[in-house]
Nanobody
Framework: QLRLVQSGGGSVQPGGSLRLSCTSS?????MGWFRQAPGKEREGVVA??????YYADSAKGRFTISQDTAKNTLYLQMNSLKSEDTAVYYC????????????????????WGQGTQVTVSS
């Protein structure tokens, strides 16, 4: 059974940067980063589906997803952070038999990391 373990996150001032990591027990070409702010629904931030990447409008130009296949690790580099980026961030993977048709939609995913807090505040 696939397991996802996250690391990274923390607190940063507006305009700062953070990198999140998500190590999977087995390699998968279909993964995503999601976030959930207090009182809000979980939303997709960026996803990778095979060789393609998908970014939410809020992430375009500031966030970058990458994958180290040798380490089975997915990264989310977040630059120019804003207060509205404050949330718990999760990595996720779909069922092994399924390719997400809507990569930024949480219901497409089955396995989730434990979540990591990102706080952007002055």
């Amino acid at each position: 059974q696939l397991r996802l373990v996250q690391s990274g996150g923390g607190s940063v001032q507006p305009g700062g940067s953070l990198r999140l990591s998500c190590t999977s027990s087995t390699f998968t070409r279909y993964m995503g980063w999601f976030r959930q702010a207090p009182g809000k629904e979980r939303e997709g931030v960026v996803a990778i589906r095979g060789g393609d990447t998908y970014y939410a409008d809020s992430a375009k130009g500031r966030f970058t997803i990458s994958q180290d296949t040798a380490k089975n690790t997915l990264y989310l580099q977040m630059n120019s952070l804003k207060s509205e980026d404050t949330a718990v961030y999760y990595c996720a993977a779909p069922p092994s038999t399924r390719i997400p048709m809507n990569p930024l939609q949480p219901p497409e995913y089955l396995t989730w990391g434990q979540g990591t807090q990102v706080t952007v505040s002055s």
